[in-house]
């Protein structure tokens, strides 16, 4: 037994030796774990990658690294890690997670030489996110709330006491998931007085903290009154800091609503009460305020031939979406109509187009952008001035998922003048079914405006100041 043991120990060392000489003989070329890989990990996956993220394995941790060498090398071939929905002719924006070809090239150089670890050594922390500093005024909903365990995924509205006594700029904020490995998506969204009474009736009406809410707060037949959405955050992001000289301005009396995602899939219901902080300055600060506009497109998504039925009728639609006006209205701002959508013909219906020109009604200073879709939506552009010798793409998704929504912020701002013109254009597939957001099968339907998971939108919207 000893004389086995002792020999074990040889040819480990033997072993160790032959690996290290490799690599050492091998010089530069042969990446290793703790020479550049593991560095690359941290900077771009283990914000999310680590233990209790919402990631499924740590990558700060070797061992999984090494296991997951060939999938993280797919991963990042394909696009699909680090997640960063934007892509095309999409302008440079703020945080940009995609990752260098050189990059990309160590990770996949580094599975296929079978994932050597290299010489152990202490690797450096990664320097700290821009947002990760903590901001003074803290908010959260009264109580924890524990997802549905019988969903796979549960967004749920939290109504926020942020009553600010005056008007105040929000000038960034931060997001602190009380279970990180639950939490998906954040998003904010401000709500004025009028909102407020409908918002505490929904609150606590399933006997449980908040509201059950998919695409905005619900609160609303009109989109364009969802108030401007304050701010998402995203996993393996802190927060925001709005561009310097500007802020959110927050009217007197109006309430922060928090939608929170949380995606069952990522580890068992436990309570979460997710944090909120925001740095603010009093609404005499100066700032100029951050203002916003929804560009929208007419959802007329049609059912794939030979499907039939009540459910495949416009009507039927029509009739269960709260939203009859937003359906109609949006025909009459992009000078379309049902009629014009049902002449098309949709081939299989898996690339079915929705689009809207829209004029620019001021002089503005464009600073950020997002995207809104529900789950049948594959791709989503906006465009200004598209066409024209000033054509200029603002943003494209070109392949939307609803899980990753985020918004982006420009490094360049960009200058729209009044009759500029705005394009959303926007690609679902209604072609068969689809895991629905608790992950039961949804059936292709006719597809109006709405707020529900069986309804669409093709939302835009552009977060500019004053030049
Ligand atoms: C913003 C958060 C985030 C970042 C950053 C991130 N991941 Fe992920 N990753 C996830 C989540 C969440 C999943 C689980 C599947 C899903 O939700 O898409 C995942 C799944 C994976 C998977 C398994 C599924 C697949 O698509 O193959 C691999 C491999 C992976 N990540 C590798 C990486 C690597 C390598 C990096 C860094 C270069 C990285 N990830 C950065 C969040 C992230």
Known sequence: MKRFLLLSLCALLLFAALRGSVSAQAGDSIPTYYGTVGPILQTHCVGCHSEGGI????????????????????????????????????????????????????????????????????????SSDTGAA????????????????????????????????????????RIRPGQPRLVHHVILFVIGREQLALAQSRDGRDGRPGWPCFGGPGLSGNPADIGAPLGFWVPGTQG???PPGTGFLMRSGSRIVMQVHYNLAAGPAAPDQTRLELATAPGSAGLKPLLGNAVIAPVEIRCPPGATGER????????????????????LLCNTSPALYQARDIGDGSSQTTTCDRPVTGDRVLLGVTAHMHLRGVRVKLELNPGTPRAQTLLEIPRWDFRWQGQYWFQEPIRANRGDTVRITCVYDNS????????????????????????EMCLGFLSWVRP
């Open 432 to 455: 068969g079914p689809i895991p629905g957001p608790g992950g039961e099968p949804l059936e292709p339907r006719y597809m109006v405006w709405g707020e529900g998971t069986t309804d």
């Open 55 to 126: 990631a499924p394995f740590p990558l700060d941790d070797p061992q999984w690294a090494v296991r997951m060498a060939p999938a993280m090398a797919a991963a990042v071939q394909s696009g699909r890690m680090p997640p960063w929905p934007p892509g095309g002719d999409t302008p440079p924006l703020q945080g940009d997670r995609r990752l260098s070809a050189e990059t990309i090239r160590t990770l996949v150089r580094w599975a296929e030489a079978g994932a050597p670890l290299g010489r152990l050594r202490y690797l450096p922390l990664p």
């Open 312 to 331: 495949c009728t416009r009507e039927y639609a029509l009739a269960h979406t709260g939203m009859r006006f937003v359906a109609e209205g949006s025909h």
């Open 134 to 173: 903590a901001l003074p005024y803290r908010l959260q909903p009264a109580q924890a709330y524990t997802p549905d365990a019988k969903l796979s995924d549960d967004y749920r509205c939290f109504l926020i006491d942020s009553a600010m006594g005056s008007d105040t700029f929000v000038t960034g904020y």
């Open 240 to 242: 925001t800091d709005f």
